[in-house]
Every structure is written in structure tokens, then in C-alpha cells.
């Protein structure tokens, strides 16, 4: 009531339209053989390879309290 409402900002621009084989740069990367390979898929590790590693860890530090 007391104060300006805040008004939506209006913007005055306009996209230009972007052409890849017109720029030098993407020509280049073309020619080179750059490419983004996202298809690329991370294999997951199996969970007994890890549950061995916490084993061996716990082993390695009982063998070290034992010692000391």
C-alpha cells in the first residue's frame, strides 16, 4: 500500500540465430575430430569389491593395535 509494487523488468532483445558451420572455431574442432562423447556410460563397481577393501582396511588396523 505504502510502497511501489515492483514491476516485471522488460527486456528489449532479440536471439540471433547461431550457424556452427559458419564459425571458424567449430570448423576447426570438426576438422581436428573433437567431439563430446555423452553417450559414455560409468560402469558401477561391484559391491564386494568394496565390502573386501573395508575388510582389509579393519584387518590392517587390528593388526596395528595389536602390535603397538
Same mark, same amino acid.
Given at each position: 500500500?505504502?510502497?511501489? %509494487?515492483?514491476?516485471?523488468? /522488460?527486456? $528489449?532483445?532479440?536471439? %540471433?540465430? #547461431?550457424?556452427?558451420?559458419? $564459425?571458424?572455431?567449430? %570448423? ?8 563430446r562423447n555423452l553417450s559414455v556410460k %560409468?560402469?558401477?563397481?561391484?559391491? /564386494?569389491?568394496?565390502?573386501?577393501? /573395508?575388510?582389509?582396511?579393519? #584387518? ?9
Open positions: 500500500m505504502f510502497m511501489k %509494487r515492483p514491476r516485471h523488468r /522488460v527486456f $528489449d532483445y532479440t536471439p %540471433r540465430y #547461431y550457424d556452427p558451420d559458419l $564459425d571458424p572455431k567449430e %570448423r576447426e574442432k570438426r576438422r581436428l575430430g573433437f567431439s %560409468r560402469k558401477k563397481r561391484s559391491p /564386494v569389491i568394496w565390502i573386501i577393501l /573395508v575388510i582389509i582396511i579393519v #584387518y590392517i588396523i587390528l593388526k596395528l593395535n595389536n602390535i603397538g
